[in-house]
């Protein structure tokens, strides 16, 4: 698969699966994954998916503004979104960059190694 489709379309599952089912997000992740959000750092699919699931908001919608994508060492892929964070009940949006690290699985799928968000402040 080219590799801007394979970005995009990791995009689409991702911000369709945390918009709809945020634990659905939990085999994406490894053992080995780290997430780095809004500066803390969390490792582990089960300790991930468990801070994705307690934040405060029950309903949000992504809109993506950008998709950048490079492979990167041993069959990776970096992938680079911006876009606004709508939630539930909020007249603003909020402005985010997050930033993947995936990496290939012997099934021929690709699991999150690394997962960098930030929300963007004017």
């Known amino acids: 698969m080219d590799p801007d489709a394979l970005a995009k379309a990791f ?3 991702y911000y369709t699966t945390f918009d709809n089912n945020r634990a659905g997000l939990a085999n994406l992740y490894q053992e080995g994954s780290m997430l780095t ?26 809109s993506i503004s950008t998709v950048d994508s490079q492979p990167s060492g041993n069959a990776g892929m970096l992938v ?11 007249q603003h949006a909020l402005k985010f960059s997050q930033m993947f690290h995936l990496m290939p699985t012997p099934q021929g799928s690709y699991y999150v190694l690394n997962d960098i968000f930030r929300l963007n402040y004017a």
């Open 80 to 90: 680079f979104v911006s876009g606004n964070l709508q939630l539930a009940g909020e």
């Open 37 to 62: 959000f809004e500066g803390q750092k969390i490792l582990g699919s089960p300790n991930i998916v468990a801070k994705l699931t307690s934040l405060p908001f029950q309903q949000c919608h992504h």
């Open 11 to 13: 995009v689409e599952h």
